[in-house]
């Protein structure tokens, strides 16, 4: 967790209260960047995450270009089933 700035007189400085939780998302990505520089991933992981990524990657670009078949498709069913006597 991010220390507040305390100034002279004693109290913490006034500031919006996002800045503690974007400065601490902010230093916990440059911890995880340092660590991976120092110890880099091995290739393995490398072309694991790589192939996941193109593979969603794919079906990503064959459902915008020609769309997703109709035998996939859920129908939408209503939000109240009637109630049948």
Known sequence: ????????????QAGPAYYDRAMDIFFRLMLRMAYWVRRPPSKSWLVAVGTAIAISAVIVIIEHTIGWPDWAKVDRLPRFPAVTR
């Open 1 to 12: 967790m991010v220390a507040h700035a305390v100034s002279t007189f004693g109290w913490k």
